[in-house]
């Protein structure tokens, strides 16, 4: 059988998913996707219309995967269980797929992924959380960057081996989420308008735990 015979979308971007967890995100190329088929770089080209469009696949892809794993984790939790479910997530699956997170946190078109089941859900079930600590308006949208914030941090510096200190990062990481849970419970109303959306960052963070 030829090396480009069965070749599909979906097939390349599973390929590329699992590339990037190898080698990176940023490395990962329409001829070194090729390469593992065997096929030359034009082969792809029927199936994909450009690096971007790749990139997008795969980003759709991890969002799905990341959103499945975080609904599993919270189903029939509520507050802080909640929270940790999601939190555990969410880290869980940086550490295990380097490669597909970075590829949730790139920027996007918002054209491209607005349908995109995985990016929906995930702000779904962000806001469902952040619910059940009586957030709303304004104040779910800036506790919703906290979370994203302080998720993306920990599991950036984690993946990248930035904690040198002696302290194990899952106690560090379990503090934080009892301190997270502490603000959530005792959050200031916002004071100023920003006439934000809920929305509004779904493009541009594809599975990120933000409103």
Known sequence: MSPRAGLNA?????AAAELADDIGFDNMTIAAVAKTFGVK????????????????????????EMTDGIAAAVAGRAGKDALVAFAGAYRDYARRHP???AATQSRLDPAEVAQA?????????????????????DDLIDAGRLLRSTFHG??????????A????????WAHILDALHLTLQQWPSATEDTHTTVLDE??????SPTP
Do not use: K, M, W
């Not at 034009?42 to 759709?60: E, F, I």
């Not at 990016?119 to 308006?137: C, N, P, Q």
């Not at 920990?154 to 904690?163: D, K, M, R, V």
């Open 10 to 14: 979906e097939r390349i971007t599973i």
């Open 41 to 64: 770089d034009p082969s792809l080209y029927s199936h994909v219309r450009n690096l971007q469009d790749l990139r997008t696949r795969v980003a759709v892809l991890a969002a799905g």
């Open 99 to 101: 490669g597909r997170y």
């Open 117 to 137: 089941a995985g990016h929906i859900r995930s702000v779904e079930l962000t806001v469902a959380i952040l619910h059940g600590y009586d957030l709303a308006d």
């Open 154 to 163: 920990f599991a950036t510096l984690e993946t990248s081996g930035g904690f």
């Open 165 to 172: 200190h002696g302290r194990s990062p899952d106690a560090s």
């Open 202 to 207: 779904q493009g541009t963070t594809p599975c």
